[in-house]
């Protein structure tokens, strides 16, 4: 591997490493997820200063062994400093990362939903949204997410105005037929055709769908129930307890 690495990367994740130097995890499209320290950026007002959630071409330099980079240089293309002015956009963006960095593939799809959901929220979108349409997308690719059009466990087509179930040996949203969850995951018609139709469209077009604030609260609160089951880590996120979607 080549020592000096040009990559288009956003930051997931910052911290202090020692007294000194900050560790920052990048996410790249082409490389994935990798560890990179800055050095003296904890105490020199002239070391390199990457907020979290930026994102750029970032210069880092391969140290030799297995995940040993340090960042040389970032071209800044977009800082996004406004998630980290308020509360709930920071609490989806630190959910977004962490779902990130749970996921066993980091690729070019993934990196697309990431930053595009984390623009939405700089733009001003109610975070309640961004978050429905990035859980919903991120399900998607993994493929834990099933289909809005037929149930998964019987193969039966839903009816237009039929109630949604979940069957937790399947790990799927069902017909209440197959529903073994003691219905506790409740999807009514308009809700499931809002999704589905969220499910195909890119994060900015589906934040255009129109939804009242009521449902939104509703398909929120859904979505996280779904999302804290059907995901096989724990989320520590939502265990937070700084969101009521219970």
Known sequence: MERDI?????VVRSGKKGERD???TLFSPSMGLLDATVYGAQKSAKALQVPLYSEGSFSIYHMGGPGRYSLKDADIIADRHAILEDIDLSVA????SELVMLAKNTDAELYRLYVDSLDELSFGMGYKRVVIAFVIHFLNIFGILGG??????CQRDYQEDEVLGYNSKDGVVCCQACDDF???LILPPNARRFLARTSELPVHDAMLLNISTE???RVFSYVLRLLRTVFPSRIRTLE???WNFV
Do not use: I, N
């Open 240 to 242: 937070a307890g700084l």
């Open 215 to 217: 449902q939104t609260d």
């Open 182 to 184: 003691s219905r506790a």
């Open 6 to 10: 040009k990559s288009l990367a956003v």
């Open 22 to 24: 900050r560790m920052l």
């Open 148 to 153: 809005f059009d037929f149930c998964p466990v």
């Open 93 to 96: 963006a630190s959910l977004f």
